[in-house]
């Protein structure tokens, strides 16, 4: 069995949640994770960007950096920027003690981000939460910087019901004397949590700004505000920025699945969008994407635990057609389902294509040399167009 076949054969849950296994399993690893100083990254949407763009910041000011971030696209190396054998040989160096733990799957592959990060010599590395944060794998790094994107309803059966309950959880990552940015358009709720927590473990407080005063290369307006979210914190670990560092990381900066261009003739665009505050942030940065180019068809596959009408309320509104299809993960609705619930919302026409490459083919028919063609609602969705049948595929883990 190969690292990445043992990987995808663990548990993606624990029996019960807790950090005791993961101490463990670093403790028998003599804790890589205290080999470098970080930059600890939660929040409901944008934390891939934030943590790729905070990196690339610090990089670019001249320190060798390291990120992980969650989920994957298309194979499971992807999560640590490093070469796939580095991140394999990590993975089976952790693999004896994690089967002896019953190590989850995340933990098993946070484990081994860890490692590769000491055996690489980072000065300091960007680290992305899985899911929530007290009970995070990634919660046992002594970072110097913490960064909260933003808060929604999200995964509330695990971290509670309200805005609160939530922020409450991602928050339990702030350190003590620590830095703690906030990105810009904070639920008041979870900016009063921030503070609050803030306060009661010393730590600083820099609310971030909406915009980085630089062209950012990343498509779309809630590019920019991360962008200038993750300038606050690299000032906040660095001290200082520099102007030309700033300006090479923006014109560079790329996310793979945030609005990513993959054809032409039509305009055709993968975004893994996959809740409402996610879809809310496509539909803002359409009309600018699109510049008048008609038709727009957007082909859509959603979890059958996401709030489907919310999306859908939010993307239709820009859209001239849908083709509603099955990205390959079992809890994914089926597309008559969707077709059924956008009918209930007065949306444009639809029709149902069960493959997600023909459905974009069928996409593509439809919005004509001169239209826009975007793939969203899931991160499966986007894994499934840019990975062949049985590789690697996406992750919300």
């Known amino acids: 069995m190969t690292a990445t076949e043992w990987v995808a054969s663990l548990s993606p849950w624990p029996a019960e949640f807790g ?32 943590a790729r763009t905070v990196a690339a910041l610090l990089r670019a000011d001249g320190l060798d950096v390291g990120v992980y971030t969650s989920p994957h696209v298309s194979g499971w190396h992807e999560r640590l920027d490093t070469d796939r054998r580095s991140f394999e040989n ?40 899985g899911l929530g944060g007290r009970y995070d794998a990634t919660n046992v790094i002594p970072s110097r910087v913490q960064v909260l994107t933003s808060v929604g309803l999200e995964h509330t059966r695990w971290l509670g019901p309200t805005i609160t309950d939530i ?44 915009d980085p005063g630089v062209p950012v290369g990343a498509l779309g307006a809630y590019q920019r505000r991360n962008f200038a979210l993750a300038m606050a914190a690299a000032q906040a670990y660095l001290g200082e920025l520099d102007e030309r560092a700033v300006a090479a990381a923006a014109a560079e900066i790329r996310v ?28 803002e940065s359409l009309p600018e994407l699109v510049a008048g180019r008609k038709p727009v068809v957007a082909v859509v596959s ?49 029709e149902t294509v069960r493959d997600p490459e023909a459905a974009v ?37």
């Open 19 to 50: 950090l005791g296994r993961m101490r463990k399993l670093l403790d028998a690893l003599d804790n890589p994770q205290r080999a470098f100083p970080s930059v600890h990254v939660v929040g409901t949407n944008g934390k891939s960007t934030a």
């Open 90 to 129: 990590a993975v089976a160096r952790i693999r004896p003690a994690a089967e002896s733990l019953g190590a989850t799957q995340f933990e098993a592959l946070t484990a081994a981000a860890y490692l590769a990060l000491r055996e690489a010599g980072v000065e300091v590395a960007a680290i992305e939460a």
């Open 167 to 210: 922020a409450r959880e991602k928050l339990d990552v702030v350190t003590p004397g620590g830095t703690l940015v906030l990105g810009d358009r904070l639920h008041p709720d979870a900016l009063a949590v921030a503070r609050e927590v803030a306060a009661q473990r010393g730590a600083t407080v820099v609310q971030a700004g909406s």
């Open 256 to 283: 793979p699945g945030r609005l990513q261009i993959v054809g032409e003739d039509p305009l055709t665009l993968l975004d893994g969008a996959h809740n409402p505050e996610g879809m809310a942030a496509l539909a």
């Open 302 to 350: 959603i979890l059958d635990d996401k709030d489907a009408a919310g999306m859908l309320a939010s993307l239709m509104r820009h859209c001239d057609a849908l083709v509603f299809t099955s990205s390959h993960n079992p809890r994914a609705l089926p597309p008559p389902t969707l077709q059924s619930l956008s009918r209930q919302l007065h949306g444009p026409p639809a």
């Open 361 to 397: 083919q069928r996409a593509r028919e439809l919005a004509g040399a001169d239209g826009v063609v975007v793939a969203t609602g899931s991160i499966y969705l986007v894994g499934d167009l840019v990975a062949p049948v049985g590789r690697g595929r996406a992750s919300t883990l």
